[in-house]
Nanobody, 124 residues
Framework: QVQLVQSGGGLVQAGSSLRLSCAASGRASERTFSSYAMGWFHQAPGKEREFVAAISSSAGSTRYADSVKGRFTISRDNAKSTVYLQMDSLKAEDTAVYYC????WGTGGPYNYWGQGTQVTVSS
């Protein structure tokens, strides 16, 4: 069982940066968290949830949506049971609710544990 608690987000201007964090809590242990691939997804108003980035359990591999390549960086600290999404050069179209998620199957999912979501708003 993995419980994910997100932090970060907010309102920024285009071109700015933000970092989202997602920490495993509750009964999850460092050993449990390090068994899961982690991903970030976002959902804009009126649209379906979309994949943003993912990182393998060992941090040996990462995947990104084409729309964020070169601007976003996913990383993890298994000692802190936390995954991060560094978002640089933000654009108005990045505005969405962002969710972190955990998958025991790998970066391709399916993802079976989700964070509560955090709003990111980028003003142009």
């Amino acid at each position: 069982q993995v419980q994910l608690v997100q932090s970060g987000g907010g309102l920024v201007q285009a071109g700015s940066s933000l970092r989202l964090s997602c920490a495993a809590s509750g009964r999850a242990s460092e050993r449990t968290f390090s068994s899961y691939a982690m991903g970030w997804f976002h959902q804009a108003p009126g649209k379906e949830r979309e994949f943003v980035a993912a990182i393998s359990s060992s941090a040996g591999s990462t995947r990104y949506a084409d729309s964020v390549k070169g601007r976003f960086t996913i990383s993890r600290d298994n000692a802190k049971s936390t995954v991060y999404l560094q978002m640089d050069s933000l654009k108005a179209e990045d505005t969405a609710v962002y969710y972190c998620a955990a998958s025991i199957w790998g970066t391709g999912g399916p993802y079976n544990y989700w964070g509560q979501g955090t709003q990111v708003t980028v003003s142009s």
